[in-house]
């Protein structure tokens, strides 16, 4: 979990840089990806889909950036946790977690200010693409 | 209930032109609004939120769109219902119906391809922009 | 609804000043309610639940709060709006709105910090002990 | 499973005692966190969330407290047995069930009175803080 404090909201304008970010990244690599960005409470600021995404990745980028947001933490964390088994398999009862690479809070002077989730591809695939949005925020 | 038959999804390029053109007559009447643009199904495609909108409109834009997709009629068809009263009220208890002003069906050469939905201010302010929206689709 | 933006949300110290004014009008009455306070997405900061207070006001004290901060503005005008019939029983199908008095937003240097949400007696009577609680902050 | 017999539910006055001692205890080990205390149904009694604590938490610590609550066990005895695989997974799909540390039932005289639930921290660190709740009421 990271140590830092929320603070306001990400503006759209820097959500939409961090979603073209992702998605730039994607299209590069012939990736069909949706993105969503969140505010820290994970309600919705920004969302595309790329089109021929496969339909299932429409809810499951926003889920990923919202478990980055109220969790502080990315998702690969979870997935980490629940890929070493035992008492690690309660990430996956967790409400509002989300144990898959592609999900990662935004910081703007040194503050969660959002977060980003990717979806689409493999789930090392989002997690790049992720990381090309969350890089547009300083 | 238009009788057009569903076509295509309409793609992102297409969604993101309704959008900006939605959130152009809400900027300039001065009003913050969330967006949503959905494909027949639902699915969202694309979606923004403008900076202080308040917070309730980023489901309820979806939720209208995905209304106007479902039941392939604007969302005030089902409010004029309401408004009626009597057996109009079962409006009410249709799952996923929105019976409030700013979901639009979107048609392209005669064929429903998908929905754009409007929050943040007055309901009829958000059909307006829901207008605006939908009349870049051809 | 308010014009305001919101603000960061309101602390846990002033979350609890204002329940505790809220209580004491209560109590003072001889009224039992329960008391929620929330950030401005209706994220649960403070509640508390008088000995004896009607069960189901636990959930909807909750939920007159956050329908207070998600749609910047006290549940009392959705209730008005209910009540004058026609178009205006949309808000009973607005997800997130509830049409009933006892939920106020919170302001603090004119932006809206959170909400405060007050259930168990009738409510014109938690619409009066959300009052005092909101008086609280400045 | 514990073999008491449910009592009345924990008063007001005891909850706010308990979730105090929880936070008193967090505060201590600089830990930030949400508390959560409910009656024996999981009907919430008192709720208090830090400034700053992982927003995820709110409803985490509800939702330990109330599985502590309805199935008379601490959350720790759902992710031991997660934890030991095979048949323990079930518990995964157990409605109301929640396999991670940090609700603990809380005790008066020999019967269950109600669960508190804490979450912010590593479950670990929650149940440490849970723990010094529970521990108030006798």
Redo the contacts between chains.
């Keep these: 979990?990271l140590p830092n404090?929320?603070g306001?909201?990400i503006?759209?304008e820097s959500?939409?840089k961090a979603a073209a970010a992702a998605l730039a990244e994607a299209a590069r690599n012939h990736w069909t990806m949706?993105v969503a960005v969140v505010?820290?409470?994970?309600?919705?600021?920004?969302?595309?889909?790329?089109?021929n995404t496969q339909?299932g990745s429409?809810n499951v980028a926003?889920a990923k950036a919202r478990?980055a947001?109220?969790?502080?933490r990315p998702t690969k964390a979870f997935q980490d946790a629940l890929a070493g088994?035992?008492?690690g398999?309660?990430v996956?009862?967790?409400?509002?977690?989300v144990p898959v690479e592609g999900g990662l809070p935004l910081l703007a002077d040194g503050k969660i200010v959002g977060a980003i989730g990717l979806s689409g591809d493999t789930s090392e695939h989002d997690g790049q693409c992720a990381q090309a949005g969350a890089s547009t925020i300083k």
């Design positions: 979990m404090a929320y306001q909201a503006s759209l959500a939409r949706a505010d820290p409470n994970g309600t919705l600021i920004y969302y595309e889909k790329m089109d339909l429409a926003v478990s947001a109220l969790f502080k088994g035992g008492a398999l309660r996956m009862a967790l409400e509002g977690a």
